[in-house]
């Protein structure tokens, strides 16, 4: 901003200076005139300067809000990347026999692992440590579920709930007759509508069966001679909503804030 400069004179008389340079005395009347030429100037300056404000300020605003919603957004997605990574399951039924033994499953007294039910028809199944007399053909590494030909292993969520099946390994054990065994895979969309998909596979070692189901309410697995499961691969499908939405409603409050603004300004 220019400074101003008001140069010496008698009282009631501004200067200012002539095309020389040289200050010249205006008597009173013209410096009203031009005082009040001044203020409509100015007026209209104040006037512009106001409006330019409120554009700019918009603008501020507009680019801190799309600043906060991607941070929200990019927050929201890590809650719920964090949320499925935390909720995917294995069951690998490791650490529940005593080393070469093994633990009884039956209709009474079920297995529990990571908010997962593991039910059986009757008796005849345990968890069997990697080191027991019976083994899970292919896979002598591992501890694993094991179950006779005439039992049905059915697999839910602790309390209920959707999960999808990933994958699963099965294959006999020593205690077949036969090798050759083979796998029926179900899994039950809806109990009360009895809508179901199955697939059967059969293996003669421990494999990864290509099977995959969706947004199941259960998961059941029987075969035609004794046999074992291990590594079964879950998922919980739902999404994370309570954790991620005090984000988006942060989001909407910069919204509404920006509305409010606006109103104000205009």
Known sequence: MATKVRAP?????SYSRDATGTPQAQPNALKAR???????A????????????RIFLTSVNRHRLGVIMKKLLTMAAAVAASFGIANAVILDFEDF?????????????PYFEDGFTVDVANGESAVFDSTAATDMLGNSASDFFGFSENNEVTIVRDGGG????????????TLADDT???FTVVGVFDFVTSSFGASSFTVNTATLLPVV???IEALIIFAS????????????????????LPLFGAAAAGFAALRRRRKALS
């Open 97 to 109: 026999a005593a080393a070469g033994g093994l633990v009884n499953v039956n209709p009474l007294a």
């Open 213 to 215: 189901f969706s947004n």
């Open 225 to 244: 001679d004794d046999a074992a499961i291990d590594n079964v691969d879950l998922s919980p499908n739902e999404v994370p909503v309570p954790a991620a």
């Open 42 to 53: 100015q007026t209209g300056i104040n006037a512009s300067v106001t409006a330019g404000d």
């Open 162 to 173: 959707r999960f999808d099946l990933v994958s699963v390994l099965a294959g006999p054990t």
């Open 180 to 182: 050759d065994v083979t």
């Open 9 to 13: 004179g008698r009282a009631g008389i």
């Open 34 to 40: 031009k005082e009040t030429t001044k203020n409509q």
